[in-house]
């Protein structure tokens, strides 16, 4: 059968199964996505050190986390499409890092706890550049994921909400809170696969909202690494 002229012919069929305009626009969606994901790291590494230095309190760390939420939930998918998505994006991650500041603190007095937050900061970058790479250069569709994954970070945060409801009455489960950082570690190495598939295959196509995903994975990881970590080094 006569192919049509390439000006006439849709984006899926030019240059073969995702070789042509839609793949090219997915790379440009995952180049702009890893730019300002590099920048908004930056950022929000440079805020972390800000509060660690004028010895921000748990209270400010925890008003930061919950402003930085609520700009998620209502802030970001109504500016996603224009310029000020970007800056809200920035806005949101360097409250993430100045919360991170009393948290860095505390590690970095214990024992070893450079080591510790070091050692944390070096896997998750480590396990994020390797899943990144391995779902770009398969190109896998890891769909499948997404209910296991959407299931497993509602449990997690149930568990969670319980563990501090348990705490308040004076009962600390220790077991359970390891439990708790390393199932948000392992459902986080799945979100990144996910979310870079996504962008790959073309289901993600705003580099704002792939950015903010992307950002809230590995702060999550890194997060938990860093009490699984901590935890570790406490016992030597």
């Known amino acids: 059968m006569k192919q049509l002229p390439t000006q006439y012919r849709s984006p899926s069929t030019i240059g073969g199964f995702g070789q ?39 209270g400010l760390s925890l008003v930061c986390s919950l402003v930085s939420m609520g700009l998620l939930w209502f802030v970001v998918p109504r500016t996603a499409n224009s310029e000020a998505g970007i800056w809200v994006v920035f806005a949101v991650t360097g409250l ?41 250069k398969t190109r896998r569709d890891f769909s499948f994921m997404r209910g296991f994954l959407v299931g497993g970070i509602i449990l997690a ?5 319980g563990l501090l409801v348990a705490s308040l009455f004076g009962v600390y489960l220790q077991p359970l809170s390891l439990a708790i950082s390393a199932m948000f570690a392992l459902l986080m190495c799945g979100m990144i696969l996910y979310q870079t598939g996504d962008i790959i295959n073309g289901g993600e196509t705003n580099y704002v909202l792939a950015t903010v995903s992307l950002y809230l994975s590995i702060y999550n990881l890194f997060v938990s690494l860093l009490q699984l970590l901590g935890y570790a080094n406490s016992d030597d």
């Open 20 to 58: 042509g305009v839609s793949a090219i626009s997915a790379h440009k969606v995952l180049r702009q996505t890893y730019l300002l994901l590099s920048m908004t790291l930056l950022f929000s590494a440079a805020m972390a050190g800000v509060s660690m230095a004028i010895g921000a309190p748990y």
């Open 157 to 161: 945060f149930v568990l969670s909400i």
């Open 96 to 136: 993430l890092g100045f919360g991170l500041g009393p948290i860095l603190n505390r590690y970095m007095a214990m024992a070893n706890g450079t080591q510790t937050v070091m050692t944390a900061l070096g896997l998750t970058g480590a396990i994020f550049l390797g899943l990144s790479a391995y779902a770009v």
